[in-house]
């Protein structure tokens, strides 16, 4: 099982992070993508994914911080994405739900992410909340020109999904299928996503997931409850959960190019 989100630069991490990946590949878990969302944590997390075996990351800015965006925001991912750690542009998209960056600033980095991500030919790693049409609209005309791109953390209606699918992306699917008060309905809809576009992912530290039994002493998600997202999006699916990792393994080979 490969974990495509986990926010490893977080300082809930900072006192066992070393810990943290050992428990997640005593578990099960053979790879990790860390996400990178700003240009200190994409740099981050390129340090933590080069110290660490089987981990990879993201270099891009978040919407949440897309303010920050400059002209020199674009030369400081186009290098880390020289090197061999970094495999995706991004965490980039839109968040319309709490706008820490006005919407303007958001479409702007955006943008020019996925025009950096199409320069370098390289796949794009996205986040949309409360802003489908107005995502759909500036991801369109870049989709000939990327070799992929995965909507990750996907929390979004049936509709939504059909959407995303019918123009190639992937889905990364989270603990948050777990969650008994908001997860029922993207629990309904998973059967709808072909498993060669399915991704699964923790988000770690955050989703975690509200079913697990017995529930682990900390709130804070690892990514060796990875498996029991799996083992739950598979039974939700009506399949056997150890192809369907395999599946998802193959999906994450084909989309960033590594290989573990």
């Avoid at 490969?2 to 005593?26: C, H, P, Y």
């Avoid at 599946?247 to 590594?258: A, W, Y």
């Amino acid at each position: 099982m490969f974990d495509i989100g986990l926010n490893l630069t977080s300082a809930q991490f900072a006192k066992d992070r070393d810990e943290v990946v050992a428990r997640a590949f005593a578990a099960g878990v053979n790879g990790l993508l860390l996400t990178g969302t700003n240009l200190h944590e994409s740099e981050q997390a390129r340090q933590l994914a080069q110290r660490y075996q089987h981990c990879w990351s993201t270099a891009g800015v978040h919407p949440h911080d897309s303010s920050q965006w400059t002209h020199e925001s674009a030369e400081v991912l186009h290098r880390l994405a020289q090197t061999p750690e970094v495999v995706a542009i991004g965490e980039c998209g839109l968040d319309f739900n709490r706008n820490f960056s006005t919407p303007e600033d958001q479409e702007r980095a955006f943008t020019a992410q996925l025009a950096l991500a199409a320069e370098l030919g390289m796949p794009v790693f996205m986040h949309c909340r409360d802003a489908h049409e107005r995502f759909l609209a500036l991801l369109e005309p870049w989709l000939e020109k990327l070799p992929g791109a995965v909507l990750h953390c996907f929390t979004g209606s049936r509709q939504e999904a059909l959407d995303c699918l019918n123009r190639g992306l992937y889905l990364g699917i989270t603990g948050w299928v777990c969650d008994e008060r908001r997860g029922l309905e993207l629990r309904e809809l998973l059967p709808v996503i072909p498993a060669d576009r399915l991704l699964l992912e923790t988000d770690a530290p955050y989703l975690l997931p509200r079913d697990m039994q017995p529930k682990p002493a900390s709130r804070r998600n690892e990514p060796a409850y990875l498996g029991h997202i799996a083992e739950r999006v598979a039974h939700w699916r009506g399949e056997d959960a150890q192809w369907l990792a395999a599946q998802t393994d193959d999906n994450v080979r084909r989309l960033f190019g590594v290989q573990f």
